[in-house]
């Protein structure tokens, strides 16, 4: 049977790590979202070594 709980919002973020001040920004905005309950796919939290960009978001779309 389907459940009949939505799921949660996912939100995949990548960004420019321009600089200390603007990496924190978006940790920061990441883990306000984890509190709502959005799903959150940061690139600094779960790009693994030696992935390229390009299949880490293949992955994240299965």
Known sequence: MA???P???????SYS?????HEA???E???QLVSQ??????DKWD?????GLSAFTI???A
């Not at 799921?7 to 973020?13: E, G, H, L």
């Not at 309950?37 to 940061?42: A, G, Q, S, T």
């Not at 790009?47 to 992935?51: C, D, K, S, V």
């Open 25 to 27: 920004w978006v940790i």
């Open 3 to 5: 459940s009949s709980e």
């Open 17 to 21: 790590w321009s600089n200390p001040d």
């Open 37 to 42: 309950d959005i799903e959150v796919v940061l």
């Open 59 to 61: 992955r994240i779309d």
């Open 47 to 51: 790009l693994q070594p030696g992935y």
């Open 29 to 31: 905005f990441a883990e």
């Open 7 to 13: 799921k949660s919002p996912k939100v995949f973020i």
